[in-house]
């Protein structure tokens, strides 16, 4: 089955610092990736569509210039946290589709847990 | 009200049981069902996926759609320890322009815990 690969699996940062997530497609090429942000006992929420080679586009609420996305290349993706702070951390989670059908069904990477002190 | 509601529990039912999983949701334009396992601290794992009403079965997992009560189903039959975990369903519909994007919408997640 398709593998998604995130790394690390978990960081703690310092107030202020930034933090650099990676996620990359092993087995497959991704143009389109997902990052989803999940608190404790509660549903993920899509943060952000990753597009390779152009922007990303970002669900209401979510500030672009804090989760800065890069989708360089058909098989990375990665989600840095500008400035981080206390409330910023959670588990963060990457998906991608085998194919570009919006019926394809997301696989999801293991995830990254993000603590900020 | 929420586009999909799923009852978080927790669960709790003894080893070998048969265990419903159920997900309610108001869009009626939703096609596409899936639902997900997921383990403490870990990614969201693909289980079954169905297209529009009916039943799947894939080992000792079913999946059982019914559109016209706007009602999913996932059923495990002899539970293991080793399904204790979250399970979480997620739908979507076609792209339509009118509000209906295609993204994945998720419930809320089930704690399952099946005890030896």
């Known amino acids: 089955g398709a593998v998604v690969s995130q790394h690390p699996s978990w960081v703690i940062c310092k107030s202020g610092t930034s933090v650099k997530i990676e996620c990359r497609s092993l087995d497959f090429q991704a143009t389109t990736m997902f990052w989803y942000r999940q608190f404790p006992k509660q549903s993920l929420m899509l943060m952000a569509t990753s597009n390779e080679g152009s922007k990303a586009t970002y669900e209401q609420g979510v500030e672009k210039d804090k989760f800065l996305i890069n989708h360089a290349s058909l098989t990375l993706s990665t989600l840095t946290v500008t400035s981080a702070h206390p409330e910023d951390s959670s588990f963060y989670i990457c998906s991608a589709t085998l194919t570009d059908s919006y019926n394809s069904p997301l696989h999801f990477g293991n995830g990254t847990r993000l603590t900020v002190t | 009200q929420k586009e999909v509601e799923q009852d978080p529990g927790p669960l709790s039912v003894p080893e070998g049981a048969i265990v419903s999983l159920n997900c309610t949701y108001s869009n009626s334009a939703f096609q596409y069902f899936m639902w997900y396992r997921q383990y403490s601290r870990k990614g969201p794992e693909l289980l079954m996926y169905?297209?529009?009403?009916g039943n799947k079965e894939d080992g000792r997992f079913t999946a059982q759609v019914d559109k016209s009560s706007k009602y999913i189903s996932l059923f495990i039959r002899d539970s293991q320890p080793s399904d204790s975990a979250t399970y979480l369903c997620?739908?979507?519909?076609?792209?339509?322009?009118?509000?209906?994007?295609?993204?994945?919408?998720f419930g809320q997640g089930t704690t399952l815990q099946v005890k030896p």
């Open positions: 169905t297209y529009s009403s």
């Open positions: 997620a739908m979507s519909a076609i792209p339509d322009g009118s509000g209906n994007t295609g993204k994945l919408i």
